[in-house]
């Protein structure tokens, strides 16, 4: 069983719409929790970043720690054709500037 | 400001030889970090140098090592390349361990 689970996809939805992605862990001495966008054969790009179980916003983005289920969630409001990509969950024990343990990634697929 | 940098783009070996590659880190940044992205999957942490030491090393072989310079530029080399090292290679890096990481465009390697 891989550390950290993410469902790979495609997740498909009309331009609009909330598209809402997690990821599941076994590990609960992970603290940090980031999320990174990937587009294809390109470097994960840094959306989200969040420091133990709480919920952050920046923009159309809002992320969600529960750490008592070993849960992340990331939700995109207003999700354009842009957002098509795929989205990477990552956590680290003792810093985010640590070893990051990523999930498999879900890929998202916004329709016009 | 440019971000993080690295050569080459795109690289391709036969098995058994040897490849380096090289990354800048972000202006300010002092720690990085490679990673290892095989298709379809997350990317898995290779090793992370700070002051030109190997701090963090994950599940790779000695096969697998690297290097910091004094202006914190990096190379990871691979030695003895199997079929199996084809892969995107990601380079990332953070002011210290507190910072979060960010990811260049990454060297796609392939393996004949």
């Known amino acids: 069983q891989k550390e950290v689970e993410q469902d790979p996809g495609p997740l498909s939805v009309p331009e609009g719409a909330i598209v809402s992605l997690n990821c599941t862990y076994s590990?609960?001495?992970?603290?940090?929790f980031m999320w990174y966008r990937q587009y294809s054969r390109k470097g994960p790009e840094l959306l989200m970043y969040t420091y133990s179980s709480g919920n952050k916003e920046d923009g159309r983005f809002t992320a969600q720690v529960d750490k008592s289920s070993k849960y992340i969630s990331l939700f995109i409001r207003d999700s354009q054709p842009s957002d098509s990509a795929t989205y990477l969950c990552a956590m680290s024990l003792e810093a985010a500037g640590n070893k990051l343990t990523f999930g498999g990634g879900t890929r998202v697929l916004v329709k016009p | 400001d440019a971000g993080v940098t690295q050569s080459p783009t795109h690289l391709i070996k036969t098995r058994g030889q040897q490849v380096t590659l090289r990354c800048s880190p972000k202006s300010g940044h002092d720690t990085v970090s490679w990673y290892q992205q095989a298709l379809g999957q997350g990317p898995q942490f290779i090793f992370q140098y700070y002051e030109e030491e190997e701090r963090q090393r994950g599940n790779f072989p000695d096969r697998f090592s690297g290097h910091q310079f004094p202006n914190y530029s990096s190379e990871l080399n691979v030695n003895a390349l199997l079929l199996g090292d084809s892969a995107l290679y990601l380079c990332?890096?953070?002011?210290?361990?507190?910072?979060?990481?960010?990811f260049g465009p990454g060297t796609r390697l392939t393996v004949t």
């Open positions: 990332a890096s953070s002011p210290g361990t507190p910072g979060e990481q960010y």
């Open positions: 590990n609960s001495a992970f603290q940090y």
